[in-house]
Nanobody, 118 residues
Framework: QVQLVESGGGLVQAGGSLRLSCAAS????????MGWFRQVPGKERELVAR????????NYADSVKGRFTISRDNAKNTVYLQMNSLKPEDTAVYLC???????????WGKGTLVTVSS
């Protein structure tokens, strides 16, 4: 059974930091591109950061470049998102994604809420 379980969300003041984790199971983690997306009610889901299988290719949304860092530990089947200098506009539900585009597979976690107060 495929599972992506996010953790680490919460309430933080503007300028603060949080570290999100996504623990994966039920599939071959190292074969998947891993990413973090975020969603605010009434808005489209937005890609925050994405990392290729071996970590050689990384993409960030312009809005988080220089503040957020994605990393993965293939031995622990876990992907992380270090979020620094948080802003109120970063408030969203953050969702973990596993993608294997060559075979059209996408897995999603249920998300973790990040709230940044001003």
């Amino acid at each position: 059974q495929v599972q992506l379980v996010e953790s680490g969300g919460g309430l933080v003041q503007a300028g603060g930091s949080l570290r999100l984790s996504c623990a994966a199971s039920g599939f071959t983690f190292s074969s998947y591109t891993m990413g973090w997306f975020r969603q605010v009610p009434g808005k489209e889901r937005e890609l925050v950061a994405r990392m290729s299988r071996a970590g050689l290719s990384i993409n960030y949304a312009d809005s988080v470049k220089g503040r957020f860092t994605i990393s993965r530990d293939n031995a622990k089947n876990t992907v992380y998102l270090q979020m620094n200098s948080l802003k109120p506009e970063d408030t969203a539900v953050y969702l973990c994604n596993a993608e294997r585009s060559a075979v059209g597979i996408n897995f999603w976690g249920k998300g973790t809420l990040v709230t940044v107060s001003s």
